[in-house]
């Protein structure tokens, strides 16, 4: 004869399930969401080497844009959208590793620029995995930039819609 579960026992062992879900370890904060920390590292240093901080304002780092690019593909329905970035990353690694014999964190400052400002020159009409990578990192990063609180308040001043006084534009009459 099998046993029923009565409802004190159903409520037992929901309670002990709610509670083992509760306690499971949380993820580390601030870690990637799809990538791995290496990939992470490598997607921020170059979207900071993109849009750098300068006396007007803070750089793509300390906006995020790395962090967002991290979850839009993280969020991606696509696998083949997210296996395009982690590609483009390793693309990126490959040409320093044939270029300077080290992975692109790895080189100096100026093999870094050196490398960008090759990929970007061919902007136009990439070919390499690396140029057609760069040329979406650069399109990705400027729209997660100008979307931040920093790209959006602190570079380009936006105040918002505000009342004016007076019509600046151009007056057809």
Request: aromatic share 10%.
């Amino acid at each position: 004869m099998e046993a029923a579960l009565n409802r004190r026992d159903l409520f037992k062992a929901l309670t002990v399930a709610a509670f083992t879900t509760l306690q499971l370890p949380a993820a580390e904060p601030g870690a990637p969401l799809y990538f791995t920390k290496d990939e992470f590292a490598l997607l921020d240093a170059l979207t900071d080497m993109i849009i750098p901080t300068d006396e007007h304002s803070p750089g793509a780092h300390d906006a995020g844009v790395a962090a967002y690019i991290d979850r839009r593909v993280a969020e991606a329905f696509v696998a083949e959208d997210k296996e395009s970035w982690r590609k483009g990353l390793a693309a990126m690694n490959a040409l320093s590793q044939s270029r300077c014999q080290c992975p692109f964190l790895g080189a100096s400052k100026a093999q870094q620029n050196g490398m960008l400002k090759q990929l970007a020159a061919k902007e136009r009409d990439p070919k390499t995995e690396a140029e057609k990578f760069f040329t979406q990192l650069k399109e990705t990063t400027a729209f997660a930039y100008y979307s931040s609180d920093i790209g959006i308040h602190q570079e380009i001043n936006y105040k918002g819609n505000v009342l004016l006084e007076q019509f600046v534009g151009y007056d057809a009459t």
